[in-house]
Structure formats: structure tokens, C-alpha cells
């Protein structure tokens, strides 16, 4: 079994900052890319940023320079600092772990909300 537990989701006002965190356990073999999508009302699933093993990134164009990804890849653990959150950034986040061998996993999701 693989389990993701994210932490760190909550209510914060708008130009705040709040730090995700999603520890991955279980039978996860070789890791390659760590990540987070969200998901609003009425929306669908999307991006927001992903790193490598060898920590390469990647970011939507919506978070670049307010958001930072990073990962411990001991601890099998990623991150997302967030800083000068805007009300859009409302949205469910999801960590999204994804195999060397082709299996993908998804967290429960954690809440963030901004208020203005």
C-alpha cells in the first residue's frame, strides 16, 4: 500500500503564505517526479508545480515567482512554500507522486483558502 499525507492546507488572507507538505510511504519504488495540482469549484484539475528527482521544475504561469517547490528525496517528502497568495489561489491542492515504473498516486487533497 502507498499512502500520501498532506498537511499544511488552511485559511489564510490574501498576501499571506502557507507551506504544503506531502510525505510519501509505502511501496513506492524509485520515484521519479513529485508534485502538486488544485482543483476550484466549477474547475478542472490542473497543474501547479512538479519536480523531478533530480530537481529539475516546473510551474504554471500563475504561481511563478510566488510559489517555490522542493523535495527531500530521503524523506520521500515534497513541499510547496506559497507566498502572496490572491484569492484565486482557493482551490483544493493535491500532491501527485509518480512511479519510475509507470503507477501515479494522489493525496486526499488539503484545502486552501484566501480570503481578500
Known amino acids: 500500500q502507498v499512502q500520501l499525507v498532506e498537511s499544511g492546507g488552511g485559511l489564510v488572507q490574501a498576501g499571506g503564505s502557507l507551506r504544503l507538505s506531502c510525505a510519501a510511504s509505502?511501496?513506492?519504488?524509485?520515484?521519479?517526479?513529485m508534485g502538486w495540482y488544485r482543483q476550484a469549484p466549477g474547475k478542472q484539475r490542473e497543474l501547479v508545480a512538479v519536480?523531478?528527482?533530480?530537481?529539475?521544475?516546473d510551474n504554471a504561469d500563475s504561481v511563478k515567482g510566488r510559489f517555490t517547490i522542493s523535495r527531500d528525496n530521503a524523506k520521500n517528502t515534497v513541499y510547496l512554500q506559497m507566498n502572496s497568495l490572491k484569492p484565486e489561489d482557493t482551490a483544493v491542492y493535491y500532491c501527485?507522486?509518480?512511479?519510475?515504473?509507470?503507477?501515479?498516486?494522489w493525496g486526499q487533497g488539503t484545502q486552501v483558502t484566501v480570503s481578500s
Open positions: 519536480i523531478t528527482s533530480g530537481g529539475t521544475v
Open positions: 509505502g511501496s513506492i519504488f524509485r520515484i521519479n517526479t
Open positions: 501527485n507522486v509518480k512511479s519510475l515504473l509507470g503507477p501515479v498516486y
